[in-house]
């Protein structure tokens, strides 16, 4: 059974800190890739950061810069340390995985950032 479940969203200022978590359970059938989306009402998911397996990183433009995308394979949790905030950071961050061919998502998690 897959299982993706984030947290560490919430509401933080404009110039604000948030560090997103999603523990996942460890399958054989899932990719080592992993990654961050997000999604406001209204618009598809969005790409936001991946990290390979081995620890590549990649970031949508419009976060670079202030987004850390990490992954601690000992606690199978995936994060992502989100810095100076921006209103258009508000959405729902979901994180993927791709197992047996199929793309997993867990719930989101909701950041909402105000000014």
């Known amino acids: 059974q897959v299982q993706l479940k984030e947290s560490g969203g919430g509401s933080v200022q404009a110039g604000g800190s948030l560090k997103l978590a999603c523990v996942y359970s460890e399958n054989a059938y899932c990719a080592n890739t992993m990654s961050w989306y997000r999604q406001v009402p209204g618009k598809g998911r969005e790409f936001v950061s991946s990290?390979?397996?081995?620890?590549?990183?990649n970031y949508d433009d419009s976060v670079k810069g202030r987004f850390t995308i990490s992954r601690d394979k000992a606690k199978n949790t995936l994060y992502l340390e989100m810095n100076s905030l921006k209103t258009d950071d508000t959405a729902m961050y979901y994180c993927r995985r791709l197992c047996g061919g199929v793309l997993r998502w867990g719930q989101g998690t909701q950041v909402t950032v105000s000014s």
């Open positions: 990290i390979a397996s081995d620890d590549t990183t």
